[in-house]
């Protein structure tokens, strides 16, 4: 028997979406479940993927951003920020929908600060769009709860998404 009322859920009821763009990270952090036995060393059985923008495109057409009151990019296995297409996807949700909020996690540490500044200005036009910037300890610290993640990239890539206007 199949009808709409035996569906657990149907599009026009998604209000928050939590996305995992990708499994991949420039991290090696201690305790992640991507790593075998808190080793640098990624598990075998982890194939690494990720989300394109024509991917997302088919998984999340324009009536169900425009349905949606948020989106969030995090990972458990990976970091948004490393996704391909993350700049791409965020342009496609601007483009279709006025009233979602889109939410990053992300370690920073990835990219260049020219891409950063972009995503900035990006997140500049929605007030309500932000990143948050998970920088673990200072200076001399970050790098044992974040390892492989440079202090001075991170930085730099924080300043250029907020001088761009991210928030």
Known sequence: MHSENALFWNTH?????????????????PLCVRFHNNSP???????????????????FPPNILQNCHLMMFCGVHGDPGVARDLLEICQYISETSDTIV???????????????AELGELFSKHPRWY?????????????????????????????????AGGY
């Not at 009821?13 to 420039?26: P, S």
């Not at 060393?41 to 998984?59: A, C, H, M, W």
Request: glycine share 4%.
């Open 102 to 116: 889109i939410t990053i996690n992300t370690n920073g540490g990835m990219r260049k600060s020219e891409w950063w």
């Open 41 to 59: 060393n990624v598990r075998p059985d982890l194939e690494i993927g990720q989300i394109t923008l024509s991917r997302f495109k088919k998984y």
């Open 13 to 29: 009821e998604l209000k928050q979406i939590h996305v995992e763009l990708t499994n991949a990270c420039n991290a090696a952090c």
């Open 131 to 163: 990143i948050t910037f998970s920088i673990d300890g200072l200076e001399d610290t970050n790098h044992l709860y974040r390892r492989n993640v440079i202090w001075d990239t991170v930085i730099k890539n924080a300043k250029a998404f907020i001088n």
